[in-house]
């Protein structure tokens, strides 16, 4: 009998132990602040940044650049052991600005802020921060010169990943074809995350647009809502197998590059 109620005591201990060492979400604005200083820095070092716009997505919501970062740091955090920063979910939307629902914020404003938000999760005690950026044009430059300023002052360890950039093997694994600023690529990686969010009854070829060649023309506003990278490339499809597989191989290889940085970091002693 006294045997039987050691190991139940004993097993009870072990799962309290185990509850305790489990944080018990990964998203910042959901934990509490005892938790997260249990946490931070001492098991958790790394953070997940996810900045977008809002912009028009052809027959996908206008938030796309902050869903997909979002969904990624979601699908991605636990393999990372990071924690998710709230999204940032305004930036410079440049040539898409005057479409409807869509928002522009200046370079001037937007500086000052990614800067002072990177400086937070510093000093919160985080040693690697990684954008992941859902919108690009002039809104990667400036995220890439603030990161690494912040980085040489600061003392931490910074990455900016544009995703469909950087998975642009994957587009062409996946579709045998690249993609487009709401083509095929980026449909379907918000198709993947809620199909609730493709409108695919009002999309119509005609609405793209394959983007210029440098030096030959330029639009403001952008005639179309979808850029094609490639001329005759990159339409939606809105298949649901290939939207899942394109998804899950977009974040593998994300979660597999950070790791990667991360190690490197550390061989480095930096």
């Keep these: ?11 009870g201990l072990s799962l309290y132990t185990f509850a305790q060492a489990s944080i018990s979400t990964r998203e910042m604005d959901r934990i509490n602040w005892m938790e997260f200083a249990e946490f931070v820095p001492e098991k958790i070092t790394t953070v ?26 979601k699908d991605i955090a636990d ?3 990071a924690l998710i920063a ?30 002072d938000i990177l400086k937070g999760l510093a000093k919160n005690g985080f040693k690697n921060i ?7 044009g002039g809104q990667t430059k400036v995220l890439q010169e603030v990161a690494g300023e912040i980085a040489n002052e600061l003392g931490v360890r910074t990455l900016v990943i544009n995703w469909w950039s950087f998975a642009s093997d994957v587009t062409l694994e996946v579709f045998k074809e690249d993609g487009g600023h709401a083509g095929l690529n980026e449909t379907a990686y918000i198709q993947a995350i809620d199909p609730t969010l493709v409108h695919k009854e009002k999309y119509i070829p005609d609405m793209t647009t394959a983007y210029p ?27 649901q197998d290939q939207a899942d597989e394109y998804f899950q191989k977009v974040n593998a290889k994300v979660s597999a590059f950070i790791k990667e940085v991360i190690k490197k970091w550390d061989m480095a002693g930096l």
């Design 48 to 73: 997940l940044l996810p900045t977008g716009t809002l912009e028009p997505h052809g027959v996908v919501n206008n938030g796309a650049d902050n869903t997909a970062p979002f969904a990624m740091a």
């Design 213 to 239: 060649e440098a030096g030959t023309w330029s639009a403001t506003p952008f005639p179309s809502s979808i850029g094609l990278y490639q001329p005759g490339q990159g339409y939606p499809n809105f298949d």
């Design 130 to 136: 990684i954008i992941l950026n859902g919108h690009g």
């Design 86 to 115: 709230p999204t940032l979910n305004y930036g410079i939307t440049g040539s898409m600005a005057a479409y409807p629902g869509a928002f522009q914020i200046t370079e001037a404003a937007y500086r000052p802020f990614i800067r």
């Design 1 to 11: 009998m006294q045997k039987l109620l050691f190991t139940f005591i004993f097993s």
């Design 79 to 81: 393999d990372l052991n």
